[in-house]
């Protein structure tokens, strides 16, 4: 559905990160979307919607929770305003109820505003230089173009067609849960990063247990030898006598391992592959109006996700 003249205020939260690139992105659908760098509370009255970037989450929660009354706006305008708030990568983090392969360094856990009931794993993909792109899902249609036409922002993509959407992973999360109410997007069949996938196997353990895992820090993934060599911790998930799946029984020493743990909940988490360890993860998710994506739209030269994003801002409006 098309609308014309409709002119909206787009935030995008710009304490670290890859916000200015969400700006042009979203500048360039249309001359009656405005962006504002969103960095103090008051801001968030005038916007009719937000983005939390990419960047770094560890470093967004620390720079959030010194200013003041910041993270406490941004909590009250996501679970309150009605308003749609899309998180890329880190972003997407922030607005995970649970998250696992936190920073070792930051003894309360990861700082999260919360919003969509999911498990993330930071950094499954990797770190920096693992960085990579790959074909996702392309996002559903929007509700709604601030424009008469489709497509008059120059990237050759209609906002109805489905082709695929270069997904750009940079030390990329992965949703390892989603509960029913939450729509799945999009999901890529990936192998975790060593380092993720220890942390992947103390989580399985965890839930195993009984444990209702909120945050859990990393885990260190090397193997310590008697004789004082190094090697990297066995993590491939191999066949057992009796054919099932059976994690390695290697056991590795914790850096500051931490789980918050409330009430049983029961979660399932993905098969992983014989011996790979590659699993079916979630990389797009919608709830509400709350949307989050693993990677990296705003380096990818098609908008059709910033074109849904803007969808889900008329949505709202009109519906207000």
């Known amino acids: 559905m098309s609308t014309n003249n409709n002119t909206i205020t787009i935030g995008v939260l710009a304490l670290q990160g890859a916000f200015e690139e969400h700006q042009q992105c979203l500048e360039a659908i249309s001359p009656n979307i405005r962006t504002v760098q969103i960095r103090t509370p008051d801001q968030l009255e005038s916007i009719d919607g937000i983005v939390f970037p990419g960047g770094e989450s560890t470093s967004m929660g620390l720079i959030g929770d010194v200013t003041t009354g910041l993270w406490d706006g941004l909590r009250n305008f996501v679970h309150n305003s009605g308003k749609p708030t899309w998180g890329t990568c880190a972003g997407m983090i ?3 109820e649970r998250c696992i392969g ?3 360094v930051i003894t ?9 009931d999911i498990l993330v794993c930071r950094n499954y993909f990797g770190s920096q230089i693992s960085s990579f792109e790959m074909s996702t899902p392309a996002p559903p249609v929007p509700f709604a ?3 008469a036409t489709d497509d008059d922002d120059g990237d050759g993509k209609k906002d109805n067609d489905d082709s695929s959407f270069p997904g750009v992973f940079i030390r ?3 949703i390892l849960t989603a509960p029913p109410d939450v729509q799945v997007l999009g999901t890529v069949v990936a192998a975790p990063c060593r380092a993720a996938a220890v942390v992947l196997r103390e989580l399985e ?4 247990a009984g444990e209702n895992v909120i945050q859990l820090g990393v885990v260190d993934a090397l193997e310590r030898k008697a004789d004082g060599a190094i090697g990297y911790t066995n993590v491939c998930l191999q066949k057992n006598n009796n054919g099932q799946e059976d994690a390695s029984t290697l056991e590795e020493e914790k850096k500051d391992a931490t789980s918050v743990i409330q009430e049983r909940i029961n979660v399932t988490l993905p098969g992983a592959s014989d011996e790979t360890n590659a699993r079916e993860v979630i990389c797009a998710v919608r709830k509400g109006m709350i949307l989050c994506t693993a990677f990296h739209p705003e380096i990818a030269d098609d908008l059709r996700w910033h074109k849904y994003f803007v969808g889900m801002v008329l949505e709202a409006k009109q519906s207000s």
């Open 94 to 96: 922030l607005l995970a």
């Open 102 to 104: 936190t920073s070792a």
């Open 108 to 116: 309360k856990g990861q700082s999260l505003i919360g919003g969509v």
């Open 145 to 147: 173009t601030v424009d």
């Open 172 to 174: 990329a999360p992965a």
């Open 205 to 208: 353990r965890k839930l195993e």
